[in-house]
Antibody
Framework: QVQLQVSGPGLVRPSQTLSLTCTVSGGSISSGTYNWSWIRQLPGRGLECIGYISYTGTPYYSPSLESRLILSVDTSKNQFSLKLTSVTAADTAVYYC???????????WGQGTPVTVSS | QSVLTQPPSVSGAPGQRVTISCTGSSSNIGANYDVHWYQQLPGAAPKLLIYGNTNRPSGVPDRFSGSKSGTSASLAITGLQAEDGADYYCQSYDYSLSGSVFGGGTKLTVL
């Protein structure tokens, strides 16, 4: 059973960089043709796919965030990571990591971590 | 403003049937991209409910079904149960954005 676990700070100061890591267990991040994704849920409900990285390390960034977003994968640690620079209050959200199991459906999700941007 | 449009809320009595619509456009659902549905219980991560328009992952009751036509898709829930009260989201791919897009979510209330 594949499991994903998000880790990172819950509070980030405005203009700083948000860094999150997703650790995958129960399967190798480099096996199969999965895309490892980051999804956030803004206050009030909406879900937003902010980017994903393939097992080969090829990233996709949401057009609205690509100037501030860096995604990476560390196959040796079975982890993938997110860095979002110059954060503002608008980046306050619950951040999830998830696996695109093929066909675009997110079949496994991490537990989600709330991130607040505030001074 | 979400790319895919869902009604904010629906409701139904136990045992009834409800449907949740998801309306897209020619750059996503209408371009023949698959639609997927998720159920999110309070305080939990979304859970995949329907994938590839009509398919249910193992463990999802057959009370849940999906359909797609043109630029829209629907999720139907029959034999409504109290535990079905949750938020439901549709998701597809949009070629103009080159990425996945979600609906704004629908809150299902079981009366």
């Amino acid at each position: 059973q594949v499991q994903l676990q998000v880790s990172g700070p819950g509070l980030v100061r405005p203009s700083q960089t948000l860094s999150l890591t997703c650790t995958v267990s129960g399967g190798s991040i480099s096996s199969g043709t999965y895309n490892w994704s980051w999804i956030r849920q803004l206050p009030g409900r909406g879900l937003e796919c902010i980017g994903y990285i393939s097992y080969t390390g090829t990233p996709y960034y949401s057009p609205s965030l690509e100037s501030r977003l860096i995604l990476s994968v560390d196959t040796s640690k079975n982890q993938f990571s997110l860095k979002l620079t110059s954060v503002t209050a608008a980046d306050t959200a619950v951040y999830y990591c998830a696996r695109d199991g093929g066909g675009g459906a997110f079949d496994y999700w991490g537990q989600g971590t709330p991130v607040t941007v505030s001074s | 403003q979400s790319v895919l449009t869902q009604p904010p809320s629906v409701s139904g009595a136990p045992g009834q049937r409800v449907t949740i619509s998801c309306t897209g456009s020619s750059s996503n659902i209408g371009a023949n991209y698959d639609v997927h549905w998720y159920q999110q219980l309070p305080g939990a991560a979304p859970k995949l409910l329907i994938y590839g328009n009509t398919n249910r992952p193992s463990g999802v009751p057959d009370r849940f079904s999906g359909s797609k036509s043109g630029t829209s898709a629907s999720l139907a829930i029959t034999g409504l149960q109290a535990e079905d009260g949750a938020d439901y989201y549709c998701q597809s791919y949009d070629y103009s954005l080159s990425g996945s897009v979600f609906g704004g979510g629908t809150k299902l209330t079981v009366l």
